[in-house]
């Protein structure tokens, strides 16, 4: 039921982030065309940067629950079955460490954006949305990582299974 959800979730992210990359293509489309005829969208950069931060937030739980991150594994390859999974178990829990403490001091730095009234510059946009949204994204990447490394931790003990 967790795997489930978890699928859910990071194709919704996924989804919110193809949305985001369309964003930006038409802002910066529309700019160029507005600058061609002398009415460049104010703020055209801006949109673009925020977009593109979201975009990368929003894809980070899909790209590692589909596992299209870049690994290593010239030394782990060597290994067996049961020691790739203890060595996938370690890194795991670095890794859930990380995430959480990402998700948490992002949401506690948006609380303290909102409490200030920081705003872009050009449009006066407030920050504090973006990196809240950056937060619930490695909320659900670490909900996927903790899945994996229960995954992980039963290959472990149990001494067999697949790699995935």
Do not use: N
């Not at 967790?2 to 949305?19: N, T």
């Not at 104010?42 to 593109?52: M, P, Q, R, S």
């Not at 929003?58 to 067996?80: C, D, N, W």
Request: hydrophobic residues 50%.
């Amino acid at each position: 039921m967790l795997e489930r959800w978890i699928d859910r979730m990071s194709g919704g992210f996924k989804s919110l982030s193809a949305v985001c990359l369309v964003g930006m293509m038409l802002t910066t489309c529309a700019d160029v065309v507005g600058r061609a005829v002398s009415t460049p969208i104010t703020g055209a950069v801006e949109i673009a940067a925020l977009f593109a931060t979201l975009a990368l937030s929003f894809s980070l739980p899909y790209a590692h629950r589909q596992k299209s991150h870049v690994g290593v594994e010239i030394l782990t390859m060597l290994l067996g079955e049961r020691a790739q999974a203890g060595v996938r178990v370690f890194t795991g829990l670095l890794g859930l460490f990380l995430f959480v403490v990402i998700a948490w001091q992002s949401a506690g730095y948006a609380t303290q954006m909102r409490a200030s009234g920081e705003v872009s510059l050009t449009l006066e946009l407030p920050y504090y949305l973006v990196i809240y949204f950056i937060s619930a994204s490695f909320v659900v990447l670490s909900l996927v990582q903790l899945a994996e490394l229960i995954r992980d931790v039963g290959l472990v003990f149990a001494g067999k299974g697949t790699d995935s």
